[in-house]
């Protein structure tokens, strides 16, 4: 399907595990985003790329690890989770930076 | 650092109102600005760009202005259905990682 897909859609996972959350789109923007979604903070930045092996911080980056080896696969690595990674995480892409942002449906984590 | 507020946090309406949803920024040094819808439990759908050179967008019922001297957008939804409720979020892009920095939503219920 054509578009930005995430997976999985739910993950309950321990703490100390580590876990990736899988983004994939399909348009070949360069642009890819990792945000975090939690009641009373909304959306927040935690990591982007600007193209395949170009990747910075964002805002909350601390725990994360990213990659992104092809232009379409933006995959989010928590290396050992813990409860405050509790949230919904969203995959965005851009054609360029300024550009108009999609989402993907979301990952929802719980980390018990 | 670039704030984003929405007003109101909830909006409640009669089917078939016109209404307008309130963001205000505090940075004016923007590419552009997105309203975005979310449906519970649902990823975030772009419904409108405004370029930072652009004063309005409209789509089907919705339109939307930017003021960016000022920091302002609205966002008027005409003639209301109970399709549209869902939360609105308004994003503005910025600095040198083009990241959105979202408002917290207005949660808007359309009553048939």
């Known amino acids: 399907d054509a578009g930005i897909t995430q997976s999985p859609r739910y993950k309950i996972t321990e703490t100390g595990r580590q876990v990736t959350l899988m983004c994939h789109q399909t348009?070949?923007?360069?642009?890819m985003f990792w945000y975090r979604q939690d009641l009373g903070h909304g959306l927040r930045l935690i990591y982007y790329?600007?193209?395949?092996?170009?990747?910075d911080k964002g805002e909350v980056p601390d725990g994360y690890v990213v990659s992104r080896s092809k232009t379409e696969n933006f995959p989010l690595t928590l290396e050992s989770a813990t409860r405050s990674q509790t949230s919904v995480y969203f995959c965005?892409?851009?054609?360029?930076?300024?550009?108009?942002?999609?989402f993907g449906q979301g990952t929802r984590l719980t980390v018990v | 650092k670039q704030e984003v507020t929405q007003i109101p946090a909830a909006l409640s309406v009669p089917e078939g109102e016109n209404l307008v949803l309130n963001c205000s920024f505090t940075?004016?040094?923007?590419?552009?600005l997105q309203w975005f819808r979310q449906d519970p439990g649902k990823g975030l759908t772009s419904l409108l760009l405004i370029q930072s050179s652009q004063r309005e967008q409209t789509s089907g019922r919705l339109n939307a202005s930017l003021d960016k001297s000022s920091g302002r957008s609205t966002l008027y939804i005409a003639a209301s259905q109970p399709g549209d409720s869902a939360t609105y979020l308004c994003?503005?892009?910025?600095?040198?990682?083009?990241?959105?920095?979202f408002g917290k939503g207005t949660l808007l219920t359309v009553n048939p």
């Open positions: 994003a503005v892009s910025g600095g040198s990682n083009y990241k959105l920095t």
């Open positions: 965005a892409s851009s054609v360029t930076g300024g550009t108009e942002a999609f």
């Open positions: 940075d004016s040094a923007i590419y552009n």
């Open positions: 790329s600007a193209a395949a092996d170009i990747t």
């Open positions: 348009w070949s923007h360069s642009y």
